[in-house]
């Protein structure tokens, strides 16, 4: 199993839509979790941080549960300006943590 | 000034040429990456350093070295390129507290022909 899976993708919306995307996880002593945006050829970027009681930033909603070791990540009222590359992202536990990158997934918001 | 600053951001090389992509930050971290991503794998972990001291392999270090030179730079070396080492490159860096995440350079977009 790999450490991080993500839907495969990709989604194609209309402006508007709602989309979420699931994201699993195989290590159970992971302890943080992230979801990152990635424009086409730009860098990763933190957009939300993901909290075991559910959190929300404006349009998005991100939440987890860890006894099904499951991340999801809602958008509501899509943008064109939202088309981008998600990836889920979770850290090991220790000191000397490091992240786990899903391959990520496509969203292209038609208008 | 970027948080996170990479060196070339694009290089066309030949085969069989040494190349060193370079890394500088800002943010005072201790922990630094280098990551390559290619089309339809996502981000691989090259080598890591938690700090001046220390470096790691990653999942794909093979025919990859790296140098921390200061707590502020780590620089990437493909000691004789190959093409199949044509990908995007990440450098990152983080704190000791993994709530934040990592912040990324722009990226260095290598071409090895």
Request: proline residues 4%.
């Amino acid at each position: 199993r790999k450490e991080v899976e993500q839907d495969p993708g990709p989604f194609n919306v209309p402006e508007g839509a709602t989309v979420a995307f699931n994201c699993t996880y195989s290590n159970s002593a992971s302890q943080s979790f992230f979801w990152y945006r990635q424009d086409c050829r730009k860098e990763p970027k933190l957009l939300m941080s993901v909290y075991s009681s559910g959190n929300e930033d404006g349009r998005f909603t991100a939440q987890l549960n860890r006894a099904s070791q499951y991340i999801s990540l809602l958008i509501r009222d899509s943008k064109l300006s939202d088309s981008a590359t998600y990836l889920c992202v979770v850290t090991s536990g220790g000191s000397n943590y490091k992240l786990t990158f899903g391959k990520g997934t496509l969203l292209t918001v038609n208008p | 000034d970027a948080d996170v600053t990479q060196t070339p951001r694009n290089r066309i090389t030949k085969t069989g040429k040494r190349i060193m992509l370079e890394c500088s930050q800002t943010k005072g971290h201790d922990r630094m990456y280098w990551y390559r991503q290619d089309p339809g794998l996502g981000l691989q972990l090259i080598y890591y350093s938690f700090d001046v001291k220390d470096i790691n392999k990653g999942e794909i270090s093979d025919g990859y070295s790296v140098s921390r030179q200061a707590q502020a730079k780590f620089s990437l070396s493909l000691e004789s390129a190959i093409p199949n080492q044509t990908a995007l490159y990440f450098c990152a860096t983080s704190g000791s507290d993994r709530s934040y995440g990592y912040t990324f350079g722009s990226g260095t977009r290598l071409t090895v022909v």
